[in-house]
T-cell receptor, first 115, second 112 residues
Framework: KAGVTQTPRYLIKTRGQQVTLSCSPISGHRSVSWYQQTPGQGLQFLFEYFSETQRNKGNFPGRFSGRQFSNSRSEMNVSTLELGDSALYLC??????????????FGQGTRLTVV | DQQVKQNSPSLSVQEGRISILNCDYTNSMFDYFLWYKKYPAEGPTFLISISSIKDKNEDGRFTVFLNKSAKHLSLHIVPSQPGDSAVYFCAASRSGNTPLVFGKGTRLSVIA
């Protein structure tokens, strides 16, 4: 079956702009989580969506937001981009949020560079 | 406040030898631990996990050990192969629906 698909793979934006990243989970998966990976901080949790509702949110400023659609696809948005937002953004999907996280499958990520 | 720590940013091991990657955690509420492997330009892939009711879990060449009293876990790879060269992330969770908390990763290089 198809894996988790993230688009675009690479993105270059200018400070102050906004960006939208997309994640299509594995068919049948209803939970989508987003992580930010930077060299200094590792993977940091951004938010989790399940059945179109945000269930958990990490410690990120309000410039970071997301949503999930009825088909489980998810988008995350970052407004007023800062240089420090440059990172690899990873999306993970799982069938159900109440199972052990071994069922979480990651996409290849979107590499965002802010200049 | 980092709840999951991987204190070694990198590790080099000769092919055929044992690789030992370490991870410490501070939150005693964590009861499920996972290791993920990540190649460049790819997302992390699940490797092996362990529940807090166990102290060891084995899957082929990979074994994870959990020492709850020390809040420490380790991943052993025996024998190490060049294809094991990747970044390894330790992650922890409280059972149920809590997000994974990751360490910063350890880059393993297996030298032929």
């Amino acid at each position: 079956k198809a894996g988790v698909t993230q688009t675009p793979r690479y993105l270059i934006k200018t400070r102050g702009q906004q960006v939208t990243l997309s994640c299509s989970p594995i068919s049948g998966h209803r939970s989508v989580s987003w992580y930010q990976q930077t060299p200094g901080q590792g993977l940091q949790f951004l938010f989790e969506y399940f059945s179109e509702t945000q269930r958990n949110k990490g410690n990120f400023p309000g410039r970071f937001s997301g949503r999930q659609f009825s088909n489980s696809r998810s988008e995350m948005n970052v407004s007023t981009l800062e240089l420090g937002d440059s990172a690899l953004y990873l999306c993970a999907s799982s069938r159900d949020r109440h199972i052990m996280n071994t069922e979480a499958f990651f996409g290849q990520g979107t590499r965002l560079t802010v200049v | 406040d980092q709840q999951v720590k991987q204190n070694s940013p990198s590790l080099s091991v000769q092919e055929g030898r044992i690789s030992i990657l370490n991870c410490d955690y501070t939150n005693s509420m964590f009861d499920y631990f996972l290791w993920y492997k990540k190649y460049p330009a790819e997302g992390p892939t699940f490797l092996i996990s362990i529940s807090s009711i166990k102290d060891k879990n084995e899957d082929g060449r990979f074994t994870v050990f959990l020492n709850k009293s020390a809040k420490h876990l380790s991943l052993h790879i025996v024998p190490s192969q060049p294809g094991d060269s990747a970044v390894y992330f330790c992650a922890a969770s409280r059972s149920g629906n809590t997000p994974l908390v990751f360490g910063k990763g350890t880059r393993l290089s297996v030298i032929a």
